[in-house]
């Protein structure tokens, strides 16, 4: 049962175009988002979060959008740089699990100069 | 910055044999987790840990696993008879609370090799 599915594998896109990232998740308990960024030999790294109750949320250029309806939320990068290039894991948890996360498989993004 | 740092970095083992995978997380966080991934894969939760205890579990923690604090800084997961499907990358994390929105944050991992 997958309950965090990112559908993408892989993306390929050139510098300073917007990257797109794409989650869909079935499980309607959970009321957090998270995304996180993971470099080779490295553990993922926190990138940027959504609560349940909003529908956006930015820093910089990252920007997450949530459509709960939908049960998706995707990842904007805008700019996208060559340093971004890594594999983006979409997370999510649900009050009342300990803080539990459950990853969806992960898309791989390269950024060409 | 402050981080969580695991060893080994990397772990070879003999099939059967024990192993223990360790982690220092953030001084004042209070939850602790273990994940794994197995090559190609993607990150699976295996336990989380508050106040000296299991917080949550998943099924591919059984009965071979077991974690433990041992002292006031580390946190370890033992893997008791190591099978070759034990081989993958072993994250730990720690966060401040374990209240959904809190940010967990991950070590480098250890790579197991079980042959």
């Known amino acids: 049962d997958q309950q965090v599915k990112q559908n993408s594998p892989s993306l390929s896109v050139q510098e300073g175009r917007i990257s797109i990232l794409n989650c869909d998740y079935t499980?309607?308990?959970?009321?957090?988002f998270l995304w996180y960024k993971k470099y080779p030999a490295e553990g993922p790294t926190f990138l940027i979060s959504?609560?349940?109750?909003?529908d956006k949320n930015e820093d910089g250029r990252f920007t997450v959008f949530l459509n709960k309806s939908a049960k998706h939320l995707s990842l904007h990068i805008v700019p996208s740089q060559p340093g971004d290039s890594a594999v983006y894991f979409c997370?999510?948890?649900?009050?009342?699990?300990?803080?539990?996360?459950?990853f969806g498989d992960g898309t791989t993004l390269t950024v060409k100069p | 910055e402050p981080e969580v740092t695991q060893t080994p970095s990397h772990q070879v083992t003999q099939m059967g044999q024990e192993v223990i995978l360790r982690c220092v997380p953030i001084?004042?966080?209070?939850?602790f987790y273990w994940y794994r991934q197995i090559l190609g894969q993607k990150v699976e939760f295996l336990v989380s840990?508050?106040?000296?205890?299991?917080?949550?579990k998943s099924e591919i923690f059984d009965d071979q696993f077991s974690v433990e604090r041992p002292d006031g800084s580390n946190f370890t997961l033992k893997i008791r008879s190591t099978k070759l499907e034990d081989s993958a990358m072993y994250f730990c994390?720690?966060?401040?609370?374990?209240?959904?929105?809190?940010?967990?944050?991950f070590g480098a991992g250890t790579r197991l090799s079980v042959l």
């Open positions: 997370a999510a948890s649900g009050y009342g699990n300990a803080g539990k996360s459950t």
């Open positions: 959504i609560s349940s109750i909003k």
């Open positions: 840990f508050y106040n000296n205890e299991i917080s949550e």
């Open positions: 499980n309607s308990m959970f009321d957090y």
């Open positions: 001084s004042n966080h209070l939850y």
């Open positions: 994390a720690s966060s401040v609370s374990g209240i959904a929105k809190n940010i967990q944050y």
